[in-house]
Every structure is written in C-alpha cells, then in structure tokens.
C-alpha cells in the first residue's frame, strides 16, 4: 500500500484519506467472516491495519511486514473489535471506532488479559466512511491503560479517557530510535475447568 494521503490537520493530528481503491480491496478481504456485524468490524479493522503498517514504514523508511495472516485476523474478527501488529519485541493494537466524541475510547477486555494478545500500546482510530479517512487520535501504553482505565464488566472492556493519550503520533516513530516499549508479560488465564464449563452453557 502506497501514496498516503495526508489531510490538513493540526501537526499533532494524523488524519488519512481512504481511496475507493483501498475500500474496495478491502472489502474483498473480509467477505469469509460469517454474517453482516462480523464482516463489517472486519472491514474497519483491516482498513485500520493496512493504513497504519504502511504510514509506519512511510515515515520510518523501514518495510515491516504485517505478521499475521487475513485468516488469522479474520477468526478475531469474528468476535473480537481490534488488531494486534508484532513489530520487533512490541506490538501495537489499532481500535477502530466511529465515533467522532474524543471523551473516551473503549479497548475490549482480551486485548488486555490475553497473553498472546496484550500490546506494547494501544491506538484508537476514528474511521469516517462518510467523508473518507482514518483519524489517529494518539497512542497510549499498556500501563497507563491499567493505571487509568475503568472496568466496564458489562460490555467486558475499559473505558480509558482520552486526556490519558499521547496526541503526537510522531513521538512514537521518534521512540523507535530508542527502542519502543516490550510486550507485557502477564499471567495466563486461568483455565475452566470441565464442570464450570458445562454450568455456564446450562445457564
């Protein structure tokens, strides 16, 4: 994915136009994902996805390549909102959201407690289909997502407040130089055992 179109923003603000073409390709990607909800949440996070790998290598003049396979992706997005992208010993993961109200983002809970899963820093974007672009509004590390979000157990996610981001995607591209943040280790889940299981699908 090439020539990124930048639109005027304020010069912390990343804001990028979706072409037809990028749309339409992607749209072709995603269309094995089971029902509409599905393939829908998998077509706004692999707009998400292409656009930030390719800005990243843009500004880096590096060629990351994207580590996961579209079958791997698509099992998430099955089920799951947001991606995770492996670069070196970190990983950033892209929560994509239509919602233009920059008070607060929401991360879901398995980004978070899922060891497999759980990121270096998390990126919420604000995808306009409308008007055609992705809107970066900043990043924040997986610590202060722990010190700062509020557990909301009944949609399994946390709720993060958006003065708690770094607005300046650059910073984070200047960071590369001194080596970004490791993946977390966290302790596994612990495993269900058979009886939980079977009272659960009872209930």
């Known amino acids: 994915m090439n020539n990124l179109i930048f639109i ?8 990028i136009q979706l072409t037809d073409e990028l749309k339409s390709d992607t749209w072709k990607e995603i269309k094995k994902l089971s029902d509409e909800i599905s393939r829908y949440r998998g077509y706004l ?11 990243l290598n843009l500004i880096l003049e590096t060629n990351f390549q994207d580590n996961l396979t579209i079958k791997d992706n698509l099992t998430i ?3 799951v909102n947001g991606n995770g992208i492996n670069i070196n ?7 994509p959201m239509e919602t233009q109200d920059k008070s607060e983002f929401s991360i879901p809970e398995e980004w978070l407690k ?13 995808v306009n289909l409308e008007e055609n672009y992705l809107n970066f509004w900043g990043y924040i590390t997986y610590q202060d997502v722990i010190n700062n979000g509020k ?14 981001l770094e607005e300046d995607l650059n ?9 970004w943040n490791p993946i977390p280790q966290i302790n596994s889940l612990v495993a269900i055992s058979a ?8 209930e």
């Open 89 to 95: 010993d970190s990983r950033f993961v892209l929560i």
């Open 8 to 15: 005027d923003s304020s010069i912390e603000q990343l804001k």
């Open 114 to 126: 899922i060891p497999a899963w759980v990121g270096s820093y998390y990126l919420p974007v604000e």
């Open 45 to 55: 996070n692999l707009l998400v996805r292409k656009t930030f790998l390719a800005w």
């Open 77 to 79: 997005w099955e089920f």
């Open 151 to 164: 557990l909301d157990s009944f949609n399994h996610c946390l709720d993060i407040g958006c003065e708690y």
């Open 171 to 179: 910073l984070i591209c200047l960071e590369y130089s001194y080596g």
């Open 195 to 202: 009886e939980r299981k079977y009272n659960l699908i009872s």
